[in-house]
């Protein structure tokens, strides 16, 4: 089974709010990992990455926290915005050029 | 001027047909990849190419075969399709860096198999 996989598959979130989504790896191995944004019809778009010698890394409005001892990511988006409703994606990579995505947990904003 | 461009974008076809996506990249780049998304959005990684040569090949049967003519093109051919072939592809480059780089995806074909 893939190694990558997120706990909740649709996140609703008033706007305005902070929004976070979760991700479970399993692969110790894995050394990088990256959160993808899909928006319905395009295809994947690279929010932020982290590296498993960081813990945490922050973007505009996007934070990533990484926690190797339980093998968890997320994603955290505050301030959400209607723009910010998507399908959202953590990635693996581990030897081999190899890259593992989760099944996705769809962002839905509230009015 | 789309960094990754892939067509056609749906693609509509009858079991047993052959049938080609094309995909290209105007960013430089030397690594380019396919991958299957499948109806509940799972991504998964079927090829990846690196300077006109595979590097990996996932377990993807043999009806699927890359084709790269040049390091800015990576084509898909699909031999004898089947139901279960019906999915949204995605051509995605990256940098010299490899995977471990931000890779730009295009926008996706969905092929629908009938």
């Known amino acids: 089974g893939e190694s990558v996989g997120l706990h909740l598959p649709t996140l609703s979130v008033q706007e305005g709010d902070n929004s976070i989504i979760n991700c479970a790896y399993s692969?110790?191995?894995?050394?990088?990992f990256i959160w993808y944004k899909q928006e319905s019809g395009k295809g994947p778009q690279f929010i932020i990455d982290i590296r498993s010698n960081m813990d945490k890394r922050q973007g505009q409005r996007v934070t990533v926290l990484l926690n190797k001892t339980v093998k968890h990511l997320s994603l955290q988006i505050a301030a959400t915005q209607p723009g910010d409703s998507a399908v959202y994606f953590c990635?693996?990579?581990?030897?081999?050029?190899?890259?593992?995505f989760g099944k996705g947990t769809r962002l839905h904003i509230l009015p | 001027d789309t960094a990754v461009s892939q067509t056609p974008k749906y693609l509509v076809t009858q079991m047993g047909n052959d049938k080609s996506i094309k995909c290209e990249q105007n960013l430089g780049h030397d690594t380019m990849y396919w991958y299957k998304q499948d109806s509940k959005k799972f991504l998964k990684i079927m090829f990846s190419?690196?300077?006109?040569?595979?590097?990996i090949n996932e377990t993807v049967p043999n009806r699927f075969s890359p084709k790269s003519p040049d390091k800015a093109h990576l084509n898909l051919h699909i031999n004898s399709l089947e139901l279960g072939d019906s999915a949204v592809y995605f051509c995605?480059?990256?940098?010299?860096?490899?995977?471990?780089?931000?890779?730009?995806f295009g926008q996706g074909t969905r092929l629908t198999v009938v």
């Open positions: 190419y690196n300077n006109k040569e595979l590097i």
């Open positions: 692969n110790s191995a894995s050394d990088y």
């Open positions: 990635a693996e990579f581990y030897g081999d050029d190899k890259i593992i």
């Open positions: 995605a480059s990256s940098s010299p860096g490899g995977m471990n780089t931000e890779a730009f």
